[in-house]
């Protein structure tokens, strides 16, 4: 295992009834002024935001309200909520959402006390904010992990490019299963293939021996299929929820990526097919995964093997390669059974995509079995249709 630093200063409230319960007293820790952040108007429909408010209201605090949060954040969308931050002397972000939310308020909470564009320092001075407002965060929708890490996905759209920002760490989260009941199935998986998308991306990175972040992340990734599947079958089962709820987060607090070198190139590639397509996040991922697999697999034989049999539960068999193979068709057969995109064309991208601009634009990681080039992922892109 590599030498590490680890720390995670997020606080949890896991469970039914937590906002209830602990919101009120975690709010006297910060000012009267509270951003109230969320997408596009379900928390409403489901009751959240009647609870959150009554709460903030109750406690005598100033509500501002950023709304419209899309699914696949702008920098525009980010502009747009620290102007509003600034101008009201905001004192704590309130993010009640899923990760986009979540997301966008991590860049918000940056560029509100940042005096230049925040894009340009980190991007192009390469230099990393220090100074932010204050985030809480409402988990409504789980999969991305994004409520126990400074990171945030944000879609540049006048650059094309759909790359990482990095701004606060929420201060506390709070994980309540329930509120996912009123969320579309469709996004539930969704959000549950992109927590198994960020564990196989972590356990394909360096080192490729056996280690003890190695092992929890093949209990983190048994438990996801096992859970998809468990909600299928039975879609109010909260034991199902809450596993997920907490797979998530561990899958992106740091915790499975302890003394590893992470690789993500498949998140990469469908960040550039999102730049140019808005298409759904988990559902890119789950069309890119078996076939970026096929192109590594043959350099990291061993590692795709041992994943098959612990994972998958294939048996194995005399040659290594045709066990690494059965793993990786396993992964594509659960993408089927699961009701997931296995094509682009399936995913509803325009056959006259620019496949050749998008893999021109993807960032490469070096993580995994070998670095691959730009040339190769337009190949895999179009093995993708």
């Known amino acids: 295992m590599n030498n590490f630093v680890f720390q995670n200063p997020t606080e949890v409230v896991f469970g039914q009834g937590g906002v209830k319960e602990q919101l009120p007293d975690l709010l006297d820790h910060y000012g009267d002024t509270v951003l109230l952040a969320y997408g596009g108007g379900s928390i409403k429909r489901n009751g959240v935001y009647d609870e959150v408010m009554g709460i903030l209201k109750d406690k005598g605090k100033t509500v501002v309200e950023f709304s419209g949060i899309m699914p696949n954040p702008t920098y525009e969308k980010v502009q747009e909520g620290a102007k509003l931050a600034r101008d009201n002397h905001v004192d704590l972000i309130l993010a009640v959402g899923g990760g986009s939310v979540s997301d966008c308020c991590k860049a918000v909470s940056a560029q509100a006390r940042l005096d230049e564009d925040l894009w340009t320092f980190e991007h192009e001075k390469h230099g990393m904010p220090t100074d932010f407002i204050p985030l809480g965060t409402i988990v409504t929708v789980f999969g991305t992990g994004s409520e126990m890490n400074s990171g945030a996905v944000i879609t540049h759209e006048e650059k094309k490019i759909k790359g990482p920002v990095y701004g606060a760490q929420a201060d506390f989260a709070f994980l309540d299963p329930d509120y996912t009941m009123s969320v579309p199935m469709k996004q539930v998986i969704s959000g549950a293939f992109d927590t198994l998308s960020h564990a196989m991306e972590t356990y394909f990175g360096k080192p490729d ?44 607090n740091g915790l499975l990526k302890i003394g590893k070198v992470t690789d993500f190139q498949c998140h990469m590639i469908e960040h550039q097919l999102g730049a140019y397509t808005n298409c759904n996040h988990g559902a890119g991922l789950a069309v890119i995964h078996p076939v970026l697999y096929r192109h590594l697999v043959n350099d990291n034989t061993k590692k795709f093997a041992n994943w098959a049999v612990e994972v998958w539960g294939i048996e194995p068999k005399e040659d290594e390669l045709q066990t690494a193979f059965a793993g990786i068709d396993a992964l594509a057969d659960f993408i089927r059974e699961i009701g997931m995109p296995s094509t682009l064309e399936e995913l509803g991208i325009p056959e006259d995509t620019d496949l050749k601009a998008i893999a021109d634009s993807t960032t490469l990681t070096a993580g995994c079995a070998r670095k691959l080039s730009a040339d190769e992922i337009f190949e895999i892109l179009q093995e993708c249709r």
Not at 221 to 240: E, G, M
């Open 209 to 252: 021996q056996n280690n003890l972040s190695d092992d929890m992340n093949e209990a983190v990734q048994r438990s996801v299929i096992q859970n998809i599947r468990t909600l299928l079958t039975d879609p109010k089962n909260y034991n199902a929820r809450s596993e997920l709820a907490w797979a998530s987060a561990m899958a992106e």
